[in-house]
């Protein structure tokens, strides 16, 4: 009996596991070339990227520490550290990891959003992030081929691709990446958000900067009504799904629209109008369309329903570092740090169980 006891617990353990394991945040950066590793999940130390304190959603919109992730707070320390190096036109990776550092990316139901802010007097190191303007300078949704959705290639440790505008002017900046997976996205407040800041210096002679009307602040940006938030993902058509938040920037300094500063809506350079966000009436942040949503693509999200488990209440953040960790957080942190380089012959699902609390 104790046999069959320790084997129905064990089974049901692993069947929790996706749902334990399917958060995630900023590993690390690399800019033309150079990567820039990032803190684990509650750790302190001197890295461009922001810590945050839980590999958890956020949910809803009007999310405290919506900017860059629960309780994120500015790294000081030498500059060679925690700043990383960029130019206008620079190419930006972003490698985002999931079950606390020790397994790929879980979603690929939504859109990926990049930002940037100038941080006040060009000093990063001392800068809130709740303070920051943001101008967006990239959106991606689904592929040009409309087979699945761009943020599905971090489920295949691919990391998320953008450029920074080629005219941006020379500063210190926050570049805010963004996924919002919409797997249980179709009940008010199951959208997930995920955010993750870089503090970055960008050198150039370039002038480039964002009209007043392309400036957003987090939380205001989005409302959890939004049409690109408030979403049964799995039914929309191919070029159906609109962006949340304003238009990419063109860095003129006009309010003349959203021009190829950034790399919206797609990686391919041959000009197929399919793949680009057009402006829509619809949303109270002037809603894009984007190359589409899929019909029920498969794949990790698919068999997601708006009554999943994965659904998290909507918590509320303090100004507080490693203090509010949770024991799960922490253990988490720990067996990253144990497991950074694991054999990659174990599944990723065995690689994200924690086995210490089976046995």
């Not at 629209?257 to 809506?265: L, Q």
């Not at 997601?304 to 949770?326: A, D, F, I």
């Amino acid at each position: 009996m104790k046999s069959t006891t320790t084997t129905t617990t064990l089974f049901s353990l692993l069947a929790l596991v996706p749902l334990v394991a399917a958060h995630g945040y900023v590993a690390s950066v690399k800019i033309d070339g150079t990567k820039y590793d990032g803190p684990y999940v509650g750790e302190d130390g001197a890295y461009p990227i922001r810590p945050i304190s839980t590999i958890d959603p956020m949910k809803g919109a009007d999310y405290a520490d919506l900017s860059c992730g629960t309780n994120s707070y500015a790294v000081s320390g030498d500059e060679d550290k925690v700043y990383a190096q960029a130019q206008p036109g620079s190419d930006i990776e972003v490698s985002w990891m999931g079950g606390g550092g020790h397994q790929a990316w879980p979603h690929n139901v939504g859109p990926m959003l990049t930002y940037l802010a100038r941080c006040d007097d060009d000093d990063c190191m001392n800068f809130d992030s709740k303070d920051a303007e943001w101008f967006k300078i990239d959106e991606v949704a689904m592929k040009k081929d409309g087979s699945e959705w761009e943020q599905a290639d971090l489920m295949q440790e691919e990391p998320a691709k953008v450029t920074l505008p080629s005219n941006l002017a020379a500063g210190s900046y926050l570049l805010r990446h963004e996924i919002i997976a919409l797997h249980i996205a179709s009940d008010e407040g199951g959208a997930e958000f995920y955010a993750g800041c870089v503090q970055m210096k960008v050198g150039g002679s370039g002038t480039g900067a964002p009209s007043d009307s392309d400036l957003v602040k987090f939380p205001g940006a989005y409302s959890d009504e939004d049409p690109g938030i408030l979403v049964n993902a799995f039914s929309l058509g191919k070029n159906d799904y609109q962006f949340p938040g304003p238009d990419v920037s063109d860095l003129s300094g006009s309010s003349s629209g959203s021009s190829s500063s950034g790399s919206s809506s797609g990686n391919d350079d041959d000009g197929d109008d399919d793949n680009s966000s057009s402006a829509s009436s619809s949303g109270a942040h002037g809603s894009k369309t984007s190359s589409g949503a899929p019909e029920a693509t498969g794949g990790y999200d698919s068999g997601y329903t708006k009554n999943n488990s994965c659904s998290l209440k909507k918590r509320s953040s303090g100004n507080v570092k490693r203090s509010n960790m949770t024991g799960e957080d922490t253990a988490s942190i720990e067996y990253a740090k144990a497991k950074r380089g694991h054999p990659r012959v174990y599944s990723r699902i065995m690689r994200g169980l924690d086995w210490r609390s089976v046995f």
